[in-house]
């Protein structure tokens, strides 16, 4: 990353927009759960290659979303584009990561797999939650072979934490189920097989979900916004809170099956556990001039 120009007129003005964390002290942080610690940092990661061809991260706490976002902006010499993972660890709305791959049927060439699964979650929560005004942000990452999407949703609440986003995406799930969702049997990447064109691994703690304007490393293709008119880019992070989304009793919801819940958290954990005890955490950088 090329250093701003910027960088001490803010540290002049008290900021100190981006700090790197070694594992025992991001993980320290996290385990404070005070209302300010759920507003502050803004926890976030970055993939970078090493010597070897092997992928390392680097955590980061900014103090606010715009810091994350000029993170983002900046030129990164080493990649055409930068490859920022927010972390999802407590509070956020609802966020789908859909994939799936193009063949000949027309519907799985078109923006209704999208609209579809925009409608299944409004009738879901209308029957749970009643009457909402929702709005979504849509962001492609999509190339000729494979459709990417991710949808942020919001209708004036937040989720608490992980395992309230888990249960209100497996009854979700169970809703369209019962519906005979047509996205729920979508081409995969292996012949004559099918897979759901929402993944349901991206519910566990710690969550990393790709920012708006960053690919994979590796990759060509960024994740953009399709809507180009939204003035408060923060709206494409799904931990980024407005001040009158109050939080989402799902209390009421129905139970989700014990061996559903095992086998998902053993999936999702996997990625838990490879940010918590893989030695690819290990390497941090000193990123604090990087902006």
């Known amino acids: 990353m090329k250093s701003?120009?910027?960088?001490?007129?803010?540290?002049?003005?008290?900021?100190?927009?981006?700090?790197?964390?070694?594992?025992e002290d991001l993980f320290r942080k996290l385990s404070l759960k005070t209302e300010e610690e759920w507003k502050?940092?803004?926890?976030?990661?970055?993939?970078?290659?090493?010597?070897?061809?092997?992928?390392?991260?680097?955590?980061?706490?900014?103090?606010?979303?715009h810091d994350l976002l000029?993170?983002?902006?900046?030129?990164?010499?080493a990649q055409e584009t930068n490859s920022f993972y927010e972390i999802i660890d407590?509070?956020?709305?609802?966020?789908?990561?859909?994939?799936?791959?193009?063949?000949?049927?027309?519907?799985?060439?078109?923006e209704e797999v999208i609209n579809d699964i925009m409608m299944f979650f409004e009738n879901f929560w209308k029957k749970n939650f009643g009457e909402s005004r929702h709005s979504w942000y849509i962001l492609s990452s999509s190339g000729d072979d494979k459709r990417s999407f991710h949808l942020i949703h919001r209708a004036g609440y937040y989720?608490?934490?992980?395992?309230?986003?888990?249960?209100?995406?497996?009854?979700?799930?169970a809703f369209c189920e019962d519906n005979k969702a047509p996205?729920?049997?979508?081409?995969?990447?292996?012949?004559?097989?099918?897979?759901?064109?929402?993944?349901?691994?991206?519910?566990?703690?710690?969550?990393?979900?790709?920012?708006?304007g960053c690919s994979k490393l590796g990759s060509t293709r960024v994740l953009r916004p399709v809507e180009t008119s939204v003035s408060d880019e923060r709206l494409y992070f799904a931990g980024f809170l407005k001040d009158d989304e109050v939080k989402l009793d799902v209390s009421k919801l129905p139970l989700i099956k014990k061996e559903i819940m095992l086998k998902d958290l053993a999936s999702t954990g996997k990625t838990f556990k490879c940010m918590v005890e893989s030695d690819c955490v290990d390497d941090i950088i000193e990123f604090q001039h990087a902006i």
Request: some cysteine.
């Open 70 to 77: 000029k993170a983002i902006k900046t030129t990164n010499p």
């Open 159 to 173: 989720l608490e934490n992980y395992l309230d986003r888990f249960r209100l995406f497996h009854v979700f799930l």
């Open 90 to 110: 407590a509070r956020s709305v609802m966020y789908f990561d859909v994939e799936y791959y193009n063949n000949d049927d027309p519907y799985n060439n078109s």
């Open 4 to 23: 701003d120009n910027n960088t001490q007129n803010d540290q002049d003005r008290g900021l100190n927009p981006l700090i790197a964390y070694s594992k």
């Open 40 to 65: 502050s940092p803004v926890l976030a990661s970055h993939d970078h290659f090493r010597s070897d061809g092997t992928i390392f991260k680097v955590f980061f706490a900014f103090k606010t979303w």
């Open 183 to 212: 996205f729920l049997k979508m081409p995969s990447e292996k012949k004559n097989q099918t897979m759901c064109a929402i993944d349901r691994n991206v519910y566990s703690k710690f969550q990393s979900f790709r920012c708006n």
